[in-house]
């Protein structure tokens, strides 16, 4: 596909119309449903043959777990991903791995409770200066998974390039996640003055 057809497809086909509404790579929409103030969205990834990350045996689907995770919100109702997931086996009984759960860090990183996408978006808010508090009104959550999804998120960005922080720790304000300001702050005065030396 050229740059030109990328920019003015057409899709005809329901599902794939679908999936491309809903932005996530490798996955098959289950179902959109309204419940009360929510709309939840049931995903499952698109699983080809697995093999066990410990002996390299075929492994075998064990059961479907379901996790719900906080979505950004859709046409300004709050949206929750249901996804379900698959939880897998070794095939080879003699092999130590019991069973292990896929994961896809492009719908959600482990232990966070928003999808990556609400986590990203969340920690530019944050990063904006707005306050957790906003935010998760905003996303109809608590505000401690806000707060632990943007202090995940935000070391991650620091991680990755750690002049991109400065914004978090030159704009503390009563509500922000002072944890991760602290940090962020603490650690920018570092970069900056490794940058100066
Ligand atoms: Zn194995």
Redesign the pocket.
Known sequence: MTQQDRSTYVITDPTQILAALVGLKEVKVLHLERRGPDVELAIEQLVGEVR?P????LAQVKDRPVVRYIDLPVYGSPMRLCWRKHRMR?G?RR?P?RSWVLGDRRIAAKNCLLTTRAAKWATRQIGDGRTVKEVAAELACDWHTVNDAVSTYGEALLEADPSAAVPFGMASRPGRPCGLVQRLATRSRCYRSKVAS
């Open positions: 066990c410990t002996c390299g045996g070794c080879n092999c791995k």
